[in-house]
T-cell receptor, first 112, second 115 residues
Framework: AQSVTQPDIHITVSEGASLELRCNYSYGATPYLFWYVQSPGQGLQLLLKYFSGDTLVQGIKGFEAEFKRSQSSFNLRKPSVHWSDAAEYFCAVGERSGQFYFGTGTSLTVIP | ETGVTQSPTHLIKTRGQQVTLRCSSQSGHNTVSWYQQALGQGPQFIFQYYREEENGRGNFPPRFSGLQFPNYSSELNVNALELDDSALYLC??????????????FGPGTRLTVT
């Protein structure tokens, strides 16, 4: 069965430091991969997506993610974190049927 | 372009009651998906509607049902509410067909509390 694992429940980084959030997936075919961000009490905002092609994808707010098929990973990165990046981050796999599978999320705290 | 809207924002119901949640899809989108997000968890897929028909369903019992209307808006109905149904219910819309089919845009959600 398809699944998404986000091994880090909570991460704390200093403002200006680099960030990497991990995501591993289990899926039988070429996956459609996504990262979403959720601020408290809000819906999910799409940060970036991977369908095919270049394995390094750029998203909004300075985020990028790299698809590594050999490691079944799709880690999210940002070179310099801002205080406004504090939020919950979700990795998701999308099936061709339209069904999405989400990880349990990583909560990011940014300290000044 | 208007985004995805959901109503109501918050709702409190008693165990055993029925509830209807509403979603208006983003302009130009023809597909609506519903998700349940329990506290501290990721969203769980409930079902998807395309052209007014259910187009996929997750592991939820039949007391979770839905509708999609000709204008692509949608309803989620939950009968015989249980305490475990307390969650944030998210609606997401997308445009079926082509490479953008899998870009889902989420509404702000409806917070349902069952007492």
């Amino acid at each position: 069965a398809q699944s998404v694992t986000q091994p880090d429940i909570h991460i704390t980084v200093s403002e200006g430091a680099s960030l990497e959030l991990r995501c591993n997936y289990s899926y039988g075919a070429t996956p459609y991969l996504f990262w979403y961000v959720q601020s408290p009490g809000q819906g999910l905002q799409l940060l970036l997506k991977y369908f095919s092609g270049d394995t390094l994808v750029q998203g909004i707010k300075g985020f990028e993610a790299e698809f590594k098929r050999s490691q079944s990973s799709f880690n999210l990165r940002k070179p310099s974190v801002h205080w406004s990046d504090a939020a919950e981050y979700f990795c998701a796999v999308g099936e061709r049927s339209g069904q999405f599978y989400f990880g349990t999320g990583t909560s990011l705290t940014v300290i000044p | 372009e208007t985004g995805v809207t959901q109503s109501p924002t918050h709702l409190i119901k008693t165990r055993g009651q029925q509830v209807t949640l509403r979603c208006s899809s983003q302009s130009g989108h023809n597909t609506v998906s519903w998700y349940q997000q329990a506290l501290g968890q990721g969203p769980q897929f409930i079902f998807q509607y395309y052209r007014e028909e259910e187009n996929g369903r997750g592991n939820f019992p039949p007391r979770f049902s839905g509708l999609q209307f000709p204008n692509y808006s949608s309803e989620l109905n939950v009968n015989a509410l249980e305490l475990d149904d307390s969650a944030l219910y998210l609606c997401a819309s997308s445009l079926q067909g082509g490479s953008r089919s899998y870009e889902q845009y989420f509404g702000p959600g409806t917070r349902l509390t069952v007492t």
